[in-house]
């Protein structure tokens, strides 16, 4: 009778594809599901508890940019641009444009095409 010893590699194999096997049970709780649709899940909105309101999430995440721990890039989260409104109303630059010479004009024509 021969014995066979079990290797280092096969016990690892057999713990490697024990967890990889056990990866979608422990997926099964989450917040989207597999689904065989066009998506290729479902969502269950019902399955997802936060603990945070939405004023601390952006808050941690303007405080995480700010710190250099979060880039742009990484977040969906879009930073507000200046506002930079003018203070005269459309009908008041239709006006304008209306009483322009024509030397005004091509003046204006020949900045904006370059």
Do not use: C, W
């Amino acid at each position: 009778m021969s014995q066979q010893r079990i290797s280092i590699y096969s016990a690892l194999a057999t713990v490697a594809a024990a967890i990889t096997l056990a990866l979608p049970a422990t997926a099964s709780a989450a917040y989207e599901h597999p689904a065989n649709n066009e998506q290729g899940v479902t969502v269950h909105p019902d399955h997802f508890v936060s603990q945070k309101t939405r004023a601390q999430v952006k808050a941690e995440t303007e405080a995480a940019i700010k710190q250099g721990g979060l880039s742009f890039g990484e977040s969906s989260f879009p930073r507000e641009s200046p506002r930079s409104g003018s203070s005269k109303t459309r009908e008041q630059v239709i006006q304008e444009l209306r009483d322009e010479s024509p030397s005004q004009r091509e003046a204006r024509l020949r900045a904006i095409s370059g």
